[in-house]
Each structure stands twice: as structure tokens, then as C-alpha cells.
């Protein structure tokens, strides 16, 4: 037997205002998107925003259902729209951030497991980072290089 041990490093910024300008304007479009989700089930509002190639934003929020296993997350909203909308194009960042209408969230909270397989489709295939910088709805702000850095050992189509 032997052991295979995996390391991430994450960077972690104290607020908003310690990231780089391009990077607040998209956390800003964030919360804005955050702040249009339809979340009447679980009060909880998740607002994303992906930075292409090509400096164009695309945003989603998280959209629920009474059918619980029909809604949709906020970062698969705004990733599958990139894919239909801008083919082709690669993405360079996403910012996430949530609130929750029941309890104050100053802890990042991450993708959910589902968006960072969906995720990690797009960077494979782009073959390139997407930069990952995720919050709750205030205070410090963490950054992934990478997918990979939060789903090592991704399951892609080379699998298939």
C-alpha cells in the first residue's frame, strides 16, 4: 500500500476591498445577482459572477423549486449560460456569494459539490484555471486558483 496525500493552498483576503479592482467589480455583480435569486424555500440567496476572456460578465443566481431536486444553483445557472450564450469563449474567474434570510454568514461559503463538477468541466476542457473567490454575504473573501485546487482528482470525459 502506499499513500497519496493532496494539499490545496487558498489565499484569504480580510473584505472586498483587499482584492484587485476587476475582482471587487465582479463580486459586486455577485451580489447584485445574489440579491435577484428566487429562494423562497430555503431563504438562502446565492449570486455568482464569471469574468470571460473576453472581459464580458456573466451572471446567475440560484433559482429553487417546490420539487426540490429541479432547482438550480447559482453557478450552474451562470456557467451553462456562458456555455450556450459565449461558446468557445474560456473563463478566467467566478465570484460567489450568499445570504441567508435566517442567520448572518460572514464564513466564504464554496461551491456545492454539483457546480465544482460542473466547474471543473469548463476548466478541463478550456484547459485552463478558472480563479474561484467565494464569500458570504460580508467579510473575508477566499481565492482558489483553480478548481482542481477544490475537487482534486476531478472525474472528466477522459474517464468515458
Given amino acids: 500500500m502506499k499513500k497519496?496525500?493532496?494539499t490545496t493552498t487558498l489565499e484569504v483576503y480580510?473584505?472586498?476591498s483587499e482584492l484587485e479592482g476587476p475582482i471587487q467589480a465582479l463580486m459586486h455583480?455577485?451580489?447584485v445577482a445574489r440579491d435577484k435569486a428566487y429562494a423562497p424555500y430555503s431563504r438562502f440567496k446565492v449570486g455568482a459572477a464569471l469574468l470571460l476572456d473576453n472581459d464580458e460578465v456573466v451572471t446567475g443566481n440560484n433559482q429553487e423549486n417546490a420539487a426540490f431536486p429541479s432547482g438550480l444553483c447559482a453557478e450552474r445557472v451562470a456557467?451553462?449560460?456562458a456555455g450556450a450564450?459565449?461558446?468557445g469563449r474560456s473563463i478566467k474567474a467566478l465570484a460567489l456569494t450568499v445570504h441567508s434570510e435566517t442567520k448572518n454568514i460572514t464564513t466564504p461559503v464554496p461551491p456545492c459539490g454539483a457546480c465544482r463538477q460542473s466547474l471543473a468541466e469548463y476548466e478541463v476542457r478550456q484547459e485552463a484555471p478558472?480563479?474561484?473567490y467565494f464569500m458570504g454575504a460580508t467579510g473575508k473573501v477566499v481565492?482558489?486558483?483553480s478548481v482542481e485546487a477544490l475537487l482534486p482528482l476531478v472525474f472528466d470525459s477522459s474517464f468515458l
Fill in 4 to 6: 497519496h496525500h493532496i
Fill in 14 to 16: 480580510e473584505s472586498i
Fill in 29 to 31: 455583480k455577485a451580489q
Fill in 79 to 81: 456557467v451553462f449560460y
Fill in 85 to 87: 450564450e459565449h461558446p
Fill in 130 to 132: 478558472i480563479e474561484i
Fill in 143 to 145: 481565492k482558489a486558483a
